[in-house]
């Protein structure tokens, strides 16, 4: 059984075995510390000229990126946190997302810049955030966040070798130790969608028949929708659970017909409620589901606000297993 | 630094003609572009270099055009035609056709053809182009790389993240700092203490300042640089003194009229070098003008006859 | 013994709901059916009514949000009684006090609650296991199944150029409305009425004459006098019920009476012996059943099913899958809302607005904002 971690560790060495135009660069990457979160541990000392360790300059990195891809390599850029995206945000914005389009489609910047993300660990207001969502709506930029019914590694490879834009590869903190689920574990089936080029994993917890809630999740919270599936079944309530590795551009042919089916729909994430993922969910669906749906889609979040170090305060703005079971229960 | 300095008569006269020939393009087609926006043909404004011409055409010259990769920035009409001589597409760019070199898009400040890219947000340019002429060593294409940025950049934190990381992996990236005086309406000692020079050299680079009025003594310094640059495979940071005789964007320059002309009077690098020029061979000097004049006049008019970009193509526009 | 008050489910949209104002003191003795407070939905106020007696500790403050099956007070038996309050957690509904084995799952507990079936009972008469979705749905079948069993639809055949004849119980005013109906229908005529009150006998309405009274009806139909019957009591329902009855039990048909500018759509069943009253409207796909006097205006919408033996006075607006019982007794101006179901042998006041389903026996009031003072 692999772990989430295990199998990104396994996609950063054939990345870098196979194509000598991949580059890696980040903080803190030499071995035996192997980065801050051990996502690219051994490389560095396996290939030293092309795992780099940088000075701490996430804008300055983040552009270096746009120029190498710019040039024909195909650099992985490693922020330590998601929360200093913000540093990196003019790099991503103004230049390696626009460049493509601003030029009239004449050049492409295969940039993946790959970050970790996500509380429950007490770090506080800096080290927590889930700032993915800053960069919802910039055009022509590709979330991607894997879920543990996905494999990371093959999607970190897809990223670094198809992509002809930048990417935003998002991994939750909470994941790295977590085994991946496959088909037929813990009383689940689980179904994989070809039609994007990052797959959605359709999860049921039940045989036969209508589901009675969809819940739409991607990257962290799968983990939590996860501990909920038996729980559920126990309870009789069948969930359709949708995630999509594809967070931006939505996913939306492999959420609606899932939406469709349930009728009523719970979309997760970590991020803070407004103006979030969820939001945009929530109206495409009313857009497109109209007289379908049969209640509002409800969307859990965290709250609105910082995340604070203590771990019962966190626990309080970050979403918990009762508030996916309660919003879950309130649309039965 | 290396080499000997380039004298004027060392080189061959249809060469320096040939530079004049960029210095009065770019000078001419700034004009143009702004008797355009006078007459309210642009959208947008216009970012003009006049008076810093001999920076973009004395360094782009001592470049590989056919391999070496330049980032410019909001300024970037002299560099860009120093580097194509694509007036053409400039034009129609700017006005916002579908032939404009990167279809209307991009506009005055966002422009790319071969190796060259430009783009407005001041800064974020350095590192791009830090991580560009990277991938040339890298890649092992003995192609380097040449940023121009002007003064004002030189507040922006992402300078020195990319003069850090050049220096520190020995990148081989040429800077030039086309040091005017003026930020947009302010002047350089609102903006910055200490000197330039002292800054560049902390990152272990070599810094060489002159002034940048004849487009030769630019061309001599920047041979020299570039072959430093290529032969050693670490970055160099040229300053070269300037002036700029208009505005920064239209309507923002506040300089007294009395010192605009006592400028025009003494640091017009087109001016100086047609005067050198017409000492060595007038009618090869008057043939060219003339010849430009006309092709510039059919460009324009080219650029106001195309289509403007239509708005079904670009939405529907993707990956090639 | 202990009662915890539970913050109701005023209708089937709303989950949430405001506590707005306690009626009634903390700590003070209240007697059952006492209204101890005042609840808001989105949609509409309701008033929270307590069942037994005791004395009342609020657990929620005035102007708090709450959740359907929230613990908002109790009843205790004594005064000053220590009160174990129920956890708050979505555990604690499955919990049972003593051995930790949860006695239905959240889904089962989930319908019931909207089904308004007292899920406690079920648990009762069951054996061991917990009570599951499929018991609660069987039990929700079984009550929309006695309604909705297929009824034929009124084919009185009989031979070309004959008009069916109309024997009317009860000559009272709806007997009026009746023959009203009738006299305007070509395929039908009034012959007799027949009335357990004997001021009528010997009297007519609009030409047909009160013969008798009910007990007459097996002689009459004996003789061969008439086709059908037809109540016309719109008021008492046991009177409705009986001449149904006796007419099942001697085998005589009964006739719907439908006046011409019913609005019937399409694939409707009706069964024998409806009255249906001017600018009724029977929407596609609903259901009517036996012997129900309809009102004027009423509108049964699509899909939506009514029992035996109702009266509706004029102007009930049934909406669509909306679900009626037998026997009940509606005043005129209710509107139902759908999927709402009303048990049967309720009484539903005047002007109602229905969101929840009605238990059986159950007498709907509404509060009236109206007074009506001398003008000075």
Same mark, same amino acid.
């Given at each position: 059984?692999?772990?989430?971690?295990?199998?990104?560790?396994?996609?950063?060495?054939?990345?870098?075995?196979?194509?000598?135009?991949?580059?890696?660069?980040?903080?803190?990457?030499?071995?035996?510390?192997?980065?801050?979160?051990?996502?690219?541990?051994?490389?560095?000392?396996?290939?030293?000229?092309?795992?780099?360790?940088?000075?701490?300059?996430?804008?300055?990195?983040?552009?270096?990126?746009?120029?190498?891809?710019?040039?024909?390599?195909?650099?992985?850029?490693?922020?330590?946190?998601?929360?200093?995206?913000?540093?990196?945000?003019?790099?991503?914005?103004?230049?390696?997302?626009?460049?493509?389009?601003?030029?009239?489609?004449?050049?492409?910047?295969?940039?993946?810049?790959?970050?970790?993300?996500?509380?429950?660990?007490?770090?506080?207001?800096?080290?927590?955030?889930?700032?993915?969502?800053?960069?919802?709506?910039?055009?022509?930029?590709?979330?991607?966040?894997?879920?543990?019914?996905?494999?990371?590694?093959?999607?970190?490879?897809?990223?670094?070798?198809?992509?002809?834009?930048?990417?935003?590869?998002?991994?939750?903190?909470?994941?790295?130790?977590?085994?991946?689920?496959?088909?037929?574990?813990?009383?689940?089936?689980?179904?994989?969608?070809?039609?994007?080029?990052?797959?959605?994993?359709?999860?049921?917890?039940?045989?036969?028949?209508?589901?009675?809630?969809?819940?739409?999740?991607?990257?962290?919270?799968?983990?939590?929708?996860?501990?909920?599936?038996?729980?559920?079944?126990?309870?009789?309530?069948?969930?359709?659970?949708?995630?999509?590795?594809?967070?931006?551009?939505?996913?939306?042919?492999?959420?609606?017909?899932?939406?469709?089916?349930?009728?009523?729909?719970?979309?997760?994430?970590?991020?803070?409620?407004?103006?979030?993922?969820?939001?945009?969910?929530?109206?495409?669906?009313?857009?497109?589901?109209?007289?379908?749906?049969?209640?509002?889609?409800?969307?859990?979040?965290?709250?609105?606000?910082?995340?604070?170090?203590?771990?019962?305060?966190?626990?309080?703005?970050?979403?918990?297993?009762?508030?996916?079971?309660?919003?879950?229960?309130?649309?039965? | 630094?290396?080499?000997?300095?380039?004298?004027?008569?060392?080189?061959?006269?249809?060469?320096?003609?040939?530079?004049?020939?960029?210095?009065?393009?770019?000078?001419?087609?700034?004009?143009?572009?702004? &008797?355009?926006? $006078?007459? @309210?043909? *642009?959208? #947008? %404004?216009?970012?003009?270099?006049? =008076?810093?011409?001999?920076?973009?055409?004395?360094?782009?010259?001592?470049?590989?055009?056919?391999?070496?990769?330049?980032?410019?920035?909001?300024?970037?009409?002299?560099?860009?035609?120093?580097?194509?001589?694509?007036?053409?597409?400039?034009?129609?760019?700017?006005?916002?056709?579908?032939?404009?070199?990167?279809?209307?898009?991009?506009?005055?400040?966002?422009?790319?053809?071969? &190796?060259?890219? $430009?783009? @407005?947000? *001041?800064? #974020? %340019?350095?590192?791009?182009?830090? =991580?560009?002429?990277?991938?040339?060593?890298?890649?092992?294409?003995?192609?380097?790389?040449?940023?121009?940025?002007?003064?004002?950049?030189?507040?922006?934190?992402?300078?020195?993240?990319?003069?850090?990381?050049?220096?520190?992996?020995?990148?081989?990236?040429?800077?030039?700092?086309?040091?005017?005086?003026?930020?947009?309406?302010?002047?350089?000692?609102?903006?910055?203490?200490?000197?330039?020079?002292?800054?560049?050299?902390?990152?272990?680079?070599?810094?060489?300042?002159?002034?940048?009025?004849?487009?030769?003594?630019?061309?001599?310094?920047?041979?020299?640089?570039?072959?430093?640059?290529?032969?050693?495979?670490?970055?160099?940071?040229?300053?070269?003194?300037?002036?700029?005789?208009?505005?920064?964007?239209?309507?923002?320059?506040?300089?007294?009229?009395?010192?605009?002309?006592?400028?025009?009077?003494?640091?017009?690098?087109?001016?100086?070098?047609?005067?050198?020029?017409?000492?060595?061979?007038?009618?090869?000097?008057?043939?060219?003008?003339?010849?430009?004049?006309?092709?510039?006049?059919?460009?324009?008019?080219?650029?106001?006859?195309?289509?403007?970009?239509?708005?079904?193509?670009?939405?529907?526009?993707?990956?090639? | 013994?202990?009662?915890?008050?539970?913050?109701?489910?005023?209708?089937?949209?709303?989950?949430?709901?405001?506590?707005?104002?306690?009626?009634?003191?903390?700590?003070?003795?209240?007697?059952?059916?006492?209204?101890?407070?005042?609840?808001?939905?989105?949609?509409?106020?309701?008033?929270?009514?307590?069942?037994?007696?005791?004395?009342?500790?609020?657990?929620?403050?005035?102007?708090?949000?709450?959740?359907?099956?929230?613990?908002?007070?109790?009843?205790?038996?004594?005064?000053?009684?220590?009160?174990?309050?129920?956890?708050?957690?979505?555990?604690?509904?499955?919990?049972?006090?003593?051995?930790?084995?949860?006695?239905?799952?959240?889904?089962?507990?989930?319908?019931?609650?909207?089904?308004?079936?007292?899920?406690?009972?079920?648990?009762?008469?069951?054996?061991?296991?917990?009570?599951?979705?499929?018991?609660?749905?069987?039990?929700?079948?079984?009550?929309?199944?006695?309604?909705?069993?297929?009824?034929?639809?009124?084919?009185?055949?009989?031979?070309?150029?004959?008009?069916?004849?109309?024997?009317?119980?009860?000559?009272?005013?709806?007997?009026?409305?009746?023959?009203?109906?009738?006299?305007?229908?070509?395929?039908?005529?009034?012959?007799?009425?027949?009335?357990?009150?004997?001021?009528?006998?010997?009297?007519?309405?609009?030409?047909?004459?009160?013969?008798?009274?009910?007990?007459?009806?097996?002689?009459?139909?004996?003789?061969?006098?008439?086709?059908?019957?037809?109540?016309?009591?719109?008021?008492?329902?046991?009177?409705?019920?009986?001449?149904?009855?006796?007419?099942?039990?001697?085998?005589?048909?009964?006739?719907?009476?439908?006046?011409?500018?019913?609005?019937?759509?399409?694939?409707?069943?009706?069964?024998?012996?409806?009255?249906?009253?001017?600018?009724?409207?029977?929407?596609?796909?609903?259901?009517?059943?036996?012997?129900?006097?309809?009102?004027?205006?009423?509108?049964?919408?699509?899909?939506?099913?009514?029992?035996?033996?109702?009266?509706?006075?004029?102007?009930?607006?049934?909406?669509?899958?909306?679900?009626?019982?037998?026997?009940?007794?509606?005043?005129?101006?209710?509107?139902?809302?759908?999927?709402?179901?009303?048990?049967?042998?309720?009484?539903?006041?005047?002007?109602?607005?229905?969101?929840?389903?009605?238990?059986?026996?159950?007498?709907?009031?509404?509060?009236?904002?109206?007074?009506?003072?001398?003008?000075?």
């Amino acid at each position: 059984m692999t772990t989430y971690l295990a199998s990104l560790q396994r996609g950063i060495r054939e990345l870098l075995k196979g194509d000598d135009r991949v580059y890696i660069l980040g903080e803190d990457l030499l071995d035996p510390y192997g980065g801050a979160f051990k996502v690219t541990l051994g490389a560095q000392a396996a290939w030293p000229d092309r795992v780099i360790t940088t000075p701490i300059s996430e804008g300055g990195l983040v552009g270096v990126g746009v120029g190498m891809a710019l040039r024909g390599l195909r650099p992985i850029v490693e922020i330590m946190f998601g929360d200093f995206m913000t540093l990196a945000a003019d790099s991503i914005i103004n230049y390696g997302a626009k460049l493509p389009a601003m030029f009239d489609w004449r050049v492409d910047v295969p940039l993946v810049v790959r970050t970790p993300v996500g509380g429950r660990r007490g770090y506080g207001p800096t080290h927590s955030q889930c700032l993915e969502k800053l960069f919802f709506g910039v055009p022509h930029l590709v979330i991607v966040s894997p879920s543990i019914y996905d494999d990371p590694g093959d999607a970190l490879t897809r990223a670094v070798t198809k992509t002809r834009g930048v990417v935003l590869f998002i991994e939750h903190k909470s994941l790295y130790e977590e085994p991946l689920v496959n088909d037929g574990a813990a009383g689940l089936s689980i179904e994989k969608q070809g039609r994007y080029p990052y797959a959605t994993a359709v999860v049921r917890n039940y045989v036969g028949g209508a589901p009675d809630v969809a819940v739409i999740a991607y990257g962290g919270t799968s983990l939590m929708v996860h501990a909920l599936m038996s729980r559920f079944a126990d309870d009789e309530i069948r969930v359709v659970a949708c995630f999509p590795t594809q967070v931006q551009p939505l996913a939306i042919d492999d959420i609606l017909p899932v939406a469709a089916e349930a009728r009523r729909v719970v979309v997760v994430e970590e991020g803070t409620k407004s103006f979030g993922w969820g939001a945009e969910v929530a109206a495409t669906l009313q857009d497109r589901l109209w007289g379908i749906l049969e209640r509002p889609v409800c969307r859990v979040a965290a709250r609105d606000t910082i995340i604070p170090a203590a771990r019962s305060l966190e626990d309080s703005v970050l979403p918990s297993l009762d508030d996916i079971e309660r919003s879950v229960h309130g649309l039965l | 630094m290396d080499g000997q300095p380039l004298d004027l008569l060392e080189l061959a006269g249809s060469r320096k003609l040939d530079l004049y020939r960029q210095l009065y393009t770019i000078r001419r087609v700034e004009e143009s572009l702004l &008797a355009l926006f $006078s007459q @309210g043909l *642009l959208s #947008g %404004t216009v970012h003009t270099c006049i =008076g810093q011409e001999a920076c973009g055409v004395g360094v782009v010259n001592a470049l590989d055009r056919t391999r070496d990769v330049i980032w410019s920035n909001h300024r970037s009409h002299g560099h860009f035609l120093a580097y194509s001589d694509d007036m053409e597409g400039l034009l129609a760019e700017i006005l916002g056709k579908s032939t404009g070199v990167c279809g209307g898009i991009g506009g005055s400040q966002h422009l790319h053809t071969g &190796a060259f890219y $430009s783009n @407005g947000v *001041l800064g #974020g %340019t350095i590192p791009c182009a830090v =991580g560009s002429a990277w991938a040339e060593k890298l890649r092992g294409t003995g192609a380097i790389g040449c940023v121009f940025l002007g003064d004002g950049a030189m507040a922006e934190g992402a300078v020195y993240e990319g003069l850090n990381m050049a220096s520190l992996w020995n990148v081989p990236l040429l800077f030039v700092l086309e040091h005017n005086g003026q930020a947009q309406s302010t002047p350089t000692r609102y903006e910055h203490v200490g000197s330039f020079e002292d800054r560049v050299r902390s990152f272990d680079i070599e810094v060489e300042t002159l002034n940048a009025d004849e487009v030769m003594v630019v061309l001599g310094a920047a041979t020299r640089a570039v072959k430093q640059v290529r032969r050693r495979n670490r970055p160099l940071f040229l300053i070269l003194h300037t002036h700029r005789l208009c505005a920064h964007s239209k309507g923002d320059d506040h300089r007294p009229e009395e010192e605009l002309q006592e400028i025009r009077r003494l640091h017009d690098p087109v001016a100086n070098f047609r005067q050198q020029l017409m000492a060595l061979d007038p009618s090869a000097v008057t043939a060219s003008e003339a010849a430009l004049e006309t092709r510039l006049q059919q460009a324009i008019v080219a650029a106001q006859a195309a289509h403007p970009r239509d708005s079904n193509d670009f939405f529907a526009g993707g990956p090639r | 013994m202990t009662t915890f008050i539970r913050a109701p489910m005023v209708n089937l949209n709303s989950e949430v709901m405001r506590l707005v104002v306690w009626t009634r003191t903390s700590g003070t003795r209240v007697g059952k059916g006492e209204i101890i407070g005042l609840l808001e939905t989105s949609k509409s106020t309701f008033d929270l009514q307590v069942e037994d007696e005791g004395f009342l500790y609020f657990r929620v403050d005035a102007g708090a949000e709450i959740r359907v099956g929230e613990t908002l007070a109790a009843l205790t038996e004594r005064e000053n009684q220590p009160i174990d309050w129920p956890k708050t957690s979505p555990d604690d509904d499955r919990i049972e006090a003593g051995d930790g084995q949860r006695r239905w799952t959240k889904k089962a507990e989930l319908l019931a609650l909207r089904g308004n079936i007292d899920i406690e009972a079920v648990t009762r008469g069951k054996g061991d296991g917990p009570v599951t979705e499929s018991e609660i749905r069987a039990l929700m079948d079984t009550r929309a199944r006695s309604t909705a069993d297929a009824r034929d639809v009124v084919d009185d055949i009989y031979p070309t150029g004959r008009q069916q004849r109309i024997l009317v119980a009860g000559a009272g005013d709806g007997a009026s409305l009746v023959l009203d109906i009738i006299a305007r229908t070509p395929h039908q005529r009034g012959v007799a009425m027949l009335d357990d009150d004997p001021r009528w006998h010997g009297r007519a309405r609009m030409g047909v004459s009160v013969v008798g009274r009910l007990a007459d009806l097996e002689r009459l139909w004996k003789d061969g006098s008439f086709d059908a019957v037809v109540c016309s009591v719109s008021t008492i329902i046991p009177f409705r019920v009986k001449v149904r009855e006796m007419c099942g039990t001697l085998g005589i048909p009964m006739a719907s009476v439908i006046d011409p500018t019913v609005s019937v759509c399409t694939n409707v069943q009706i069964g024998a012996g409806n009255v249906i009253l001017g600018f009724a409207r029977l929407g596609p796909t609903s259901v009517i059943g036996r012997n129900n006097f309809i009102g004027a205006y009423t509108n049964i919408e699509h899909h939506a099913m009514v029992g035996d033996d109702n009266t509706f006075g004029p102007g009930v607006m049934l909406s669509g899958f909306a679900s009626i019982g037998h026997r009940i007794r509606f005043g005129t101006g209710i509107f139902i809302e759908p999927k709402v179901q009303i048990g049967d042998d309720a009484i539903v006041a005047s002007g109602a607005i229905l969101t929840m389903n009605v238990p059986p026996g159950s007498l709907v009031r509404t509060r009236s904002t109206i007074s009506i003072q001398p003008r000075s």
